[in-house]
């Protein structure tokens, strides 16, 4: 049997230590921030994302939209339990460090250009069923502002935008 001087295995020890501590670290305090023309055509607007909590069933992901104006016009948490209840199945979430990588890979995921819609609705676009809100639909369509899309889960996609007459963030679209 290979024996190693127990100062080596002391260090080995340290570094792993200081690892798993980096890992947490990184999931406590993983925040995105995308600057966007969203409550305004022209002014832009601040998007947020950040992941909070150190284990992923009492993590959540917080998403905030700030006018330009400096107001909080948006606010969603998403519980991460929820978020990885729909993906069990089909991803390979079973160890915890999977999880975390999973929820950071959202977080990142979050800001893609993709997500931004310019405009909400165009011009051809015609509601359907999964419009909850027509009348705010034409309005959307007539304002020409912009919309951002998200995901509640693997069959969730919200699509939000700014009602300038109501002067708030409505969703205008929910589907699968």
Known sequence: M???????????FIISSCTSKNEKKAAENVEKTALQAFTDTVQLDTFKISLKGTESKNMSLLFTITSYKGVQVYKKEIKAEELL????????????????KFLNDEVNFFFEEEHF?????????KPDNNTPDKVFYEELKAS???GFDYRLGKDIKIYIAWS????KVKIYYKCC
């Open 2 to 12: 290979k024996r190693f001087p127990l100062s080596i295995l002391f260090i080995a």
């Open 85 to 100: 209840k729909s993906y069990l199945a089909s991803a390979d979430l079973k160890k915890e460090e999977e999880k975390i």
């Open 117 to 125: 819609l310019i405009p909400a609705i165009t011009d051809q676009e």
């Open 144 to 146: 020409k502002l912009n």
């Open 164 to 167: 300038a007459k109501e002067q």
